[in-house]
Structure formats: structure tokens, C-alpha cells
T-cell receptor, first 113, second 114 residues
Framework: EDQVTQSPEALRLQEGESSSLNCSYT??????LFWYRQDPGKGPEFLFT???AGEEKEKERLKATLTKKESFLHITAPKPEDSATYLC??????????????FGQGTRLTINP | KAGVTQTPRYLIKTRGQQVTLSCSPI?????VSWYQQTPGQGLQFLFE???????NKGNFPGRFSGRQFSNSRSEMNVSTLELGDSALYLC?????????????FGPGTRLTVL
């Protein structure tokens, strides 16, 4: 069964203090790994898609990387507006074209000013 | 381009009732997936529709059903509501032209069952 585990569950940082969030996965036939940001009471907002080990993508203060077993979301010099829950999800499976995502439990990130 | 829209945004129902939620995907997107989000279980996949056909289904009871119309809009229905059905129901759409296509989420419908 496909599984995604995120750590830590919660993380508090000071503004400007860089850190990384971890997403470990166990799937058969990875088709894509996705990072989303979710603010309270809202739907997940897409950040990145990674497809193969070694791939990296960046957007403002965020950088996502992928290995064969895990992905990291690096946050450089975060600001209070980066506070949110960050969700990792994988798409895998045997049904060709199916869009099912399996999500981790998320990391709740708080950036203090 | 308009994003995924969901209606209604909030619903309050009582046990035993049924409810229908609606989702309009991004223009041109043919795949619509539904997810349930609760504090205890996180985001869980309900089902996916593509070209009016259910292509994949999660581990939820038969009380949860859905359909997709020819314009790609989708509805999900929950019959005989239980207290545990209280959750944020999220709809996501994608082009589904290739595997690994990005899914874009709507704002969700918050369902409260009393």
C-alpha cells in the first residue's frame, strides 16, 4: 500500500531562520510527487511537482528536492506569511492515467516575527 | 483563468439526511477528483471522474457516490449522513493528459453533521 510520512508534524521558526521539511514515501511506480500549501479553512494551493530522483524546483524562498525515497522542502529565510500547513502527496498506482493522490499528514509551519 | 469552484461553501445537516456537493473544474480540465479532509485522517481520496466515468475509487462506503456531466462539472452525494461525515470536502481538477498531471484544488465545502 502506498504510504507518505511527513516530519516534523509541527515546526516553529523565527523569521529568517532556514529549515527543511521532510516527506518520506513508499509507493510502487511513482508518477509524481507534489507539494501543496494549505492555509486554515482553505483548499490546498499547488507549489511543486517532482517526477524523478535528482530533480529540484524553486519558487521564491522555497526549494523542493526529490530522491528515490524522500523529498525535502527547504525554506530559506522564511517570513511570517510563509506560515501554513505544507502537504506532500504522491501519485502512483496501476490504473493508467488515474489521478489519485495519497497525502501525508502535513507539517504545520509557524514563522514568528 | 478561473480556478476550481465549489458550492455550497458551508452546509449543516442532521444525521440521516443526504447532501449533494457541486464542483466546477478549471476550464479545459477533464478529470475531477474528490477528497475528504478531517483532523484525524487528513486528506483521503474519495473518487475520480474522467469523461463522465468513475476511473478510481477510494476506501469509502457506498453512501458516498458521485457523477460527472458532459461539461466536466461534478457532483458528489452522501446519503444517510453520519456524525463522522463532518469534514472539509475538496474537489480537484486536472488536464489528465499525462500521468503526474498537477491537480488544482477548490476552496472546499465544509460539511457539519449534527
Amino acid at each position: 500500500e502506498d504510504q507518505v510520512t511527513q516530519s516534523p508534524e509541527a515546526l516553529r521558526l523565527q523569521e529568517g531562520e532556514s529549515s527543511s521539511l521532510n516527506c518520506s514515501y513508499t509507493v510502487s511506480g511513482l508518477r509524481g510527487l507534489f507539494w501543496y500549501r494549505q492555509d486554515p479553512g482553505k483548499g490546498p494551493e499547488f507549489l511543486f511537482t517532482l517526477y524523478s530522483a535528482g530533480e529540484e524546483k524553486e519558487k521564491e524562498r522555497l526549494k523542493a528536492t526529490l530522491t528515490k525515497k524522500e523529498s525535502f522542502l527547504h525554506i530559506t529565510a522564511p517570513k511570517p506569511e510563509d506560515s501554513a500547513t505544507y502537504l506532500c502527496a504522491v501519485q502512483a498506482g496501476v490504473i493508467q492515467g488515474a489521478q489519485k493522490l495519497v497525502f501525508g499528514q502535513g507539517t504545520r509551519l509557524t514563522i514568528n516575527p | 483563468k478561473a480556478g476550481v469552484t465549489q458550492t455550497p461553501r458551508y452546509l449543516i445537516k442532521t444525521r440521516g439526511q443526504q447532501v449533494t456537493l457541486s464542483c466546477s473544474p478549471i476550464s479545459g480540465h477533464r478529470s475531477v477528483s474528490w477528497y475528504q479532509q478531517t483532523p484525524g485522517q487528513g486528506l483521503q481520496f474519495l473518487f475520480e471522474y474522467f469523461s463522465e466515468t468513475q476511473r478510481n475509487k477510494g476506501n469509502f462506503p457506498g453512501r458516498f457516490s458521485g457523477r460527472q456531466f458532459s461539461n466536466s462539472r461534478s457532483e458528489m452525494n452522501v446519503s444517510t449522513l453520519e456524525l463522522g461525515d463532518s469534514a472539509l470536502y475538496l474537489c480537484a481538477s486536472s488536464l489528465a493528459l499525462a500521468e503526474g498531471d498537477t491537480q488544482y484544488f477548490g476552496p472546499g465545502t465544509r460539511l457539519t453533521v449534527l
